[in-house]
Structure formats: C-alpha cells, structure tokens
C-alpha cells in the first residue's frame, strides 16, 4: 500500500524521522508510482529555488492588492456602505411597488351589507307585561336589536349588583 502525498512530501523535505524513513524510501525505490511522485515534488523545489523572470514584479502585485484590500477593510458604518443593485432587478422592484399601491387603491372599501344590519324597534311598553314583549320578540323572523327604556316612573328599582350576562346563556329553544 503506498504512503499519501501528504507523506511523500514530508520525505522529500526530510521531515520524517529516522526509522519511518528508512522504510518509506525502500517503499518509494520499489514502486514507480511513489517516486515519480517524489521526482515531481523535486521538481517543483529545483523550480523555485531559480527566480523566474518576472517574479519579483508579480511579488510587488501581490503585496500592493493585499495592501489594498487592508485599506479597504477598515470598518464603514452600515448607513455609508455603497449597495450595488443591477438594474433589472431594481426595475422589477419599482414596478412591483407601483403595482401593489395601485391595486390596493383601486379595491373597494368595505362597507357592511345592508341586510346584515340589525333591526331596531323603538316601543312604548306601559303595561310592564313581560310576557307581551317575549312573544312580540318570538314572532320575529329576523335578528333585532332590543332596547328597552323603562319609564321614569317606574315601580321597578334597582337591587344588587349590576352583571354583565351572555345571551348564549339564556338562549332557550
């Protein structure tokens, strides 16, 4: 089984201590794939040890970008930082804005049917006969809205506490 590149390359740096040494080049003098794999990374360090021409400019190029993007990357608050929109997708934003106001001005306001809207009945009840008013509300087809206004000289007076009650408890069928 041959060692990884990871491996090779330490051997070809001499990085590998002694007894592990000795048996990966045995390895490496037995199997060409492993040394053509070393004769490559000999290559490469016979390579840069002799400066190509044009390195010490490209080194400048490098170092003065990296500069740079140093520069550059000093903090800018959020409210000075340039945002960059291609313009289709600006466009498309600005015609939806202008679509969505338009459609929501043109719908119609909401007005409550008139057939929802509750029956009133004002009536005069002087004979304080409760009963007449039960059977009067119990003949009704439709939902009415009952007020009932007891006249100022009235027997009946207030006694306890006043309570709030739900017509759903005193619904009878």
């Known amino acids: 089984m041959c060692p ?3 491996i090779l390359s330490a ?3 001499r990085e590998i201590p002694s007894p592990w040494r000795e048996k990966i080049q045995e ?3 037995g199997c060409e794939k ?4 070393i004769n490559s990374y000999h290559e490469v360090s016979r390579r840069l040890r002799h400066d190509p021409p044009g390195l010490k400019e490209s080194q400048e190029r490098v170092w003065q970008k990296i500069a740079a993007r140093e520069r550059l990357s000093t903090h800018v ?3 000075k930082r340039r945002v960059s929109i291609p313009a289709p997708l600006m466009a498309a934003a600005v015609v939806a804005v202008i679509f ?3 459609f929501f001005n043109l719908l119609p306001e909401k007005k409550e049917p008139s057939g929802n809207t509750p029956e009133v009945w004002t009536v005069q009840f002087e004979n304080h006969n409760l ?3 039960a059977e009067l509300l119990k003949n009704r ?4 809205q009952v007020f009932i206004e007891l006249p100022r000289s009235s027997p009946m007076g207030l006694q306890g506490e006043p309570q709030l009650l739900r017509a759903a408890d005193y619904r009878r069928e």
């Open 4 to 6: 990884d590149g990871q």
């Open 11 to 13: 051997l070809h740096d």
């Open 27 to 29: 390895h490496v003098e």
């Open 34 to 37: 492993c040394r053509d794999q």
């Open 77 to 79: 608050p959020l409210w």
């Open 100 to 102: 969505g106001l338009t």
């Open 131 to 133: 009963e007449d008013l």
């Open 141 to 144: 087809d439709s939902q009415v």
